[in-house]
């Protein structure tokens, strides 16, 4: 019931802005989190926002450049990407979590490269 998008090729320097759209949850209940994975590497947190958007933390990677945000009337979270690195390459994905229950999106790829 999570569908990201927003993903694509950009040169270094660059922004994208991804989406989380939700189906058939509360996504008011939910805590927000984009993950991403690099071929080869582990899933690593990038951001997290609280239900209410009230709290949001990241990594120290993409600190500064990158930026989490929810509309609880739209169902959809974002993620902000600015300044991009070809570091930031990887699939990301979104998860909406709460004490019992958690759902993952299919990923969508984003590519830094000139």
């Known amino acids: 019931p999570l569908v990201e998008s927003g993903g694509g090729l950009v040169q270094p320097g660059g922004s994208l802005r991804l989406s989380c759209v939700a189906s058939?949850?509360?996504?008011?209940?939910?805590?927000i989190l984009w993950y991403r994975q690099a071929p080869g590497k582990e899933r690593e947190l990038v951001a997290q926002?609280?239900?209410?958007?009230?709290?949001?933390r990241y990594a120290d990677s993409v600190k500064g450049r990158f930026t989490i945000s929810r509309d609880n009337a739209k169902n959809t979270a974002f993620l902000q990407m600015n300044s991009l690195k070809p570091d930031d390459t990887a699939v990301y994905y979104c998860?909406?979590?709460?004490?019992?229950?958690?759902?993952w999106g299919q990923g969508t790829q984003v590519t830094v490269s000139s």
């Open positions: 998860k909406a979590a709460e004490s019992n229950w958690e759902y």
């Open positions: 058939g949850l509360a996504f008011v209940s939910y805590t």
């Open positions: 926002i609280s239900s209410s958007g009230s709290t949001t």
